[in-house]
């Protein structure tokens, strides 16, 4: 599939700006548990996968730079002494932010051209978003020897996000897409970026991810919402963020809390236990264990995070009463996207025939599916 990607991409650099380009590859990645704990300094556990963005990249000999975004059949040129925000920008946002957060360390690039596209399934939350960031930091680093590190450049793209598009993010994404590592997914504190790479041993299971195709509206700001909740929390709890906050401080603060503030903070508190718990589970070999703890996981964001919606809990009860699936969970933001399944291996098939019309039935919508495997982060290819 790569190398489909990248011939695809390559060869469309060519036809336009007739020279050969330097090829990067970044990857999405997926969660398997550990939601919403990132902006709050905790535990996640994200890998990387097999499915990404291809960006090809050259000096331009013009005095304006050029982005081709070839899955939108979309060209946007422009100046790099007048880059701001533009408003429903889309994915122009996210490499004007690129540009101008190296700049503010900075660093000086001259014009180019550049061409991407990917496979990762927009609004899936797979996260192609910091696939995109990653990639263009990383070519724009690699064109002009700019000597940034892998870790700087991770900030560069999380700060790209801030300012540009508007969602404040953690730094999860970037960090699982730039340094993802094959078969393995990686245990992250958020708060000081120590990580512990575990080896996911799946045997005779599989990594599924049905999309739900629905993306509501309320995503955004309700994420914005989320955080500034958990803040204002911490804030009350005299913690420097939700990390550093106990079930004990939390109860004994409850009079003062609204029961959404304290529902939120008690998810924040448990998911980070859970993904401790994870990692545990994982270095067992107990993937039952580790399936009961991504239907926790969902239970919490539906109930207590309040970021799931009708689809995506559609496709968890379903998992739930299938013989093939021991643990599923929605994935990312919320409000649509994709579910996670830890799936048996030779039930696979069966699964994606009752769901996609079980699914259609209820919701005159049909779902898709993602088997993924684990993957390096950003590279050049």
Excluded at 27 to 33: D, Q, S, T, W
Excluded at 45 to 55: E, L, M, R, S
Excluded at 138 to 158: M, P, V, W
Aim: glycine share 8%; hydrophobic share 40%.
């Amino acid at each position: 599939m790569l190398l489909n990607l990248k011939l695809k991409i390559k060869s469309r650099f060519i036809s336009e700006f007739k020279t050969e380009p330097l090829l990067v590859f970044s990857p999405g990645r997926i969660n398997l548990i550990g939601e919403h704990t990132d902006y709050n300094n905790g535990f996640v556990f994200p890998a990387a996968i097999d499915k990404g963005i291809v960006v090809a990249i050259h000096k331009s000999e013009s005095n304006t730079s050029s982005i081709i975004a070839v899955d939108e059949d979309e060209r946007y040129d422009f100046s790099l002494n007048s880059i701001s925000p533009i408003k429903n920008g889309g994915w122009k946002n996210y490499a004007l932010g690129v540009i101008s957060e190296i700049r503010k360390t900075g660093h000086q690039i001259e014009n180019f051209n550049l061409v991407f596209g990917g496979d990762i399934p927009n609004g899936a939350g797979v996260s192609s978003s910091a696939a995109l960031e990653n990639s263009i930091a990383f070519a724009l680093n690699e064109l002009f020897h700019l000597g940034l590190t892998k870790k700087d450049l991770i900030y560069i793209s999380q700060k790209a996000e801030h300012n540009y598009v508007g969602v404040k993010c953690g730094i999860m994404d970037q960090y699982a897409s730039m340094f993802g590592v094959k078969n393995a997914a990686i245990m992250l504190d958020c708060e000081n970026l120590e990580a512990k790479t575990v080896t996911l041993n799946l045997d005779g299971y599989s990594l599924l991810l049905v999309n739900s195709n629905v993306k509501h509206s309320l995503a955004e700001s309700a994420y914005n919402e989320r955080r500034k909740t958990c803040e204002e929390v911490a804030l009350k709890l005299n913690v420097k963020s939700l990390r550093h906050a106990t079930l004990q401080n939390l109860v004994s603060l409850k009079i003062g809390l609204t029961d959404d503030e304290y529902q939120k903070a008690l998810y924040v508190i448990q998911e980070n236990q859970r993904v401790l718990n994870a990692y545990e589970a994982i270095l067992e070999n107990n993937m039952q264990k580790l399936g009961d703890l991504l239907y926790d996981s969902h239970n919490g964001l539906k109930n207590q995070y309040k970021v799931s919606c009708e689809e995506l809990d559609f496709l968890v009860e379903k998992a739930k009463k299938s013989n093939a699936v021991i643990g599923a969970r929605m994935m990312g933001g919320g409000f649509g996207g994709c579910t996670i399944n830890i799936i048996k291996t030779n039930l696979v098939e069966e699964f994606k025939k009752e769901i996609v019309n079980s699914y259609e039935q209820k919701f005159n919508v049909i779902c898709s599916f993602y088997s993924v495997n684990l993957s390096e982060g950003t590279k050049l290819i």
